[in-house]
Antibody, heavy 120, light 108 residues
Framework: QVQLQASGPGLVKPSQTLSLTCTVSGDSISSGRYYWSWVRQHPGKGLEWIGYIYYSGSTYYNPSLKSRLSISVHTSENQFSLALRSVTAADTAVYYC????????????WGQGTLVTVSS | YVLTQSPSVSVAPGQTASITCEGNNIGRKSLHWYQQKPGQAPVLVVYDDDDRPSGIPERFSGSNSGNTATLTISRVEAGDEADYYCQVWDYSSDHDVVFGGGTKLTVL
């Protein structure tokens, strides 16, 4: 049973970089069977896809975030990371990491989510 | 690509709930559904239009044709009260993943 755990600062100052790491257990990122993704949810709102990465390092980003976004993979630690630059209050959200089936791109396993607040 | 869901659906226990998701030629895409209860992460309940992950009750079923996909929940229970989101992969763009805005299912 795969488990995903997101971790990182819960408070980030405006204009700084939001950085989160997702640790995967029960599966190997290097297996090549899945993409590894970030999804966020603004308070009281719906789900927003951020982007995902393949074990090889290939990335796919939401066009609306692409200019500020980097997703990286660390196969030796079985982790992948999110960096979102120049954050504003509009980036305050619960951030989820999730596993994505490569064939038809559905999210079959999710981490519990971590709230990140952007505030001075 | 845009997926449109009604904001809310209400149903009495034991009845059938139908939650729709509309998009241009959505029937040509693989459509997936997630259930999210307050304070919890989403859970996949239907994938590839009409398949259920293991552990999801048979009461949950899906269909997808034309411009409308539907999640049907039969014999609704109080525990089904949640937000439901549809999702597709827009392969016509650069691997974009799109979620619908979500439907709040209220069990009366």
């Amino acid at each position: 049973q795969v488990q995903l755990q997101a971790s990182g600062p819960g408070l980030v100052k405006p204009s700084q970089t939001l950085s989160l790491t997702c640790t995967v257990s029960g599966d190997s990122i290097s297996s090549g069977r899945y993409y590894w993704s970030w999804v966020r949810q603004h308070p009281g709102k719906g789900l927003e896809w951020i982007g995902y990465i393949y074990y090889s390092g290939s990335t796919y980003y939401n066009p609306s975030l692409k200019s500020r976004l980097s997703i990286s993979v660390h196969t030796s630690e079985n982790q992948f990371s999110l960096a979102l630059r120049s954050v504003t209050a509009a980036d305050t959200a619960v951030y989820y990491c999730a596993r994505v089936i490569t064939s038809t791109h559905f999210f079959d396993s999710w981490g519990q989510g971590t709230l990140v607040t952007v505030s001075s | 690509y845009v997926l449109t869901q009604s904001p809310s659906v209400s149903v009495a226990p034991g009845q059938t709930a139908s939650i729709t998701c509309e998009g241009n030629n959505i029937g040509r895409k693989s459509l997936h559904w997630y259930q999210q209860k307050p304070g919890q992460a989403p859970v996949l309940v239907v994938y590839d239009d009409d398949d259920r992950p293991s552990g999801i009750p048979e009461r949950f079923s899906g269909s997808n044709s034309g411009n409308t996909a539907t999640l049907t929940i039969s014999r609704v229970e109080a525990g089904d009260e949640a937000d439901y989101y549809c999702q597709v992969w827009d392969y016509s763009s650069d691997h974009d993943v799109v979620f619908g805005g979500g439907t709040k299912l209220t069990v009366l």
